[in-house]
């Protein structure tokens, strides 16, 4: 059965703290690992990732995927109470189905 | 450009009521539309997609289903509400052109009371 695991599932940091959260799959078909940030209502799209040691940077944000290993990692630096949000991980496969993780809440302080 | 819209955004419904949630696309043609529903702690989860007119997938058996009266409109209904209905509601739309992924709708907050 395909899956996607996130750890941690929630985590608390202070404003200025570098956050890495973790997504692992195990996914049939694999094509693409996305991720996604949902504040209040729906998720918005940040990266897709494809090709493995290719990172990929939005301003404070990165993100890199490891094909090899199965596994994908959001950095985050400099949080700002902005980034509190849930960051979504989802598994694109070639027959475009969706597998999503149970997402990262994080709660940056002020 | 592609929008999805999404309504309602908030429903409280009493038990064993039907349920009706809508969803358009506007912008591009002939799009693959999903509903997913979002629990706590538990990630999306795809109940039905529709890559056309008339066109419905369902990945979970429950009490829900879907249809796809026009090319841009992807219905979710339920006849009689359960009180594990309530969620969050998910309508997406699929664009692998523009490496967006889905694109989701607002969502809708359903209450089953």
């Known amino acids: 059965e395909d899956k996607v695991v996130q750890s941690p599932l929630s985590l608390v940091v202070h404003e200025g703290d570098t956050v890495t959260l973790n997504c692992s799959y195990e996914?049939?078909?694999?094509?693409?690992l996305l991720w996604y940030k949902q504040e209040k209502k729906a998720p918005t799209f940040l990266f897709m990732l494809?090709?493995?040691?290719i990172e990929k940077k939005s301003g404070r944000l990165s993100s890199i995927l490891d094909k090899k290993e199965l596994f994908s990692i959001l950095n985050i630096t400099a949080t700002q109470t902005g980034d509190s949000a849930v960051y979504l991980c989802?598994?694109?496969?070639?027959?475009?189905?969706?597998?999503f993780g149970p997402g990262t809440r994080l709660s940056v302080l002020p | 450009s592609q929008t999805i819209h999404q309504w309602p955004a908030t429903l409280v419904q009493p038990v064993g009521s039907p349920l009706s949630l809508e969803c358009t696309v506007e912008?591009?043609?002939?799009?693959?539309l999903y509903w997913y529903r979002q629990a706590a702690g538990r990630g999306l989860q795809l109940l039905f997609y529709?890559?056309?007119?008339?066109?419905i997938s369902s990945e979970v058996p429950q009490n829900l289903s879907a249809s796809r009266p026009q090319d841009r409109q992807f219905i979710l209904s339920s006849k009689k509400l359960l009180l594990s209905d309530s969620g969050f509601y998910l309508c997406?739309?699929?664009?692998?052109?523009?490496?967006?992924?889905?694109?989701f709708g607002s969502g809708t907050r359903l209450t089953v009371v």
């Open positions: 529709s890559v056309g007119i008339g066109q």
């Open positions: 989802a598994a694109l496969t070639f027959g475009q189905n969706f597998v």
């Open positions: 997406a739309w699929m664009n692998l052109r523009e490496d967006y992924g889905y694109t």
């Open positions: 494809t090709s493995s040691g």
């Open positions: 912008g591009t043609s002939n799009p693959n």
């Open positions: 996914v049939t078909n694999f094509r693409s």
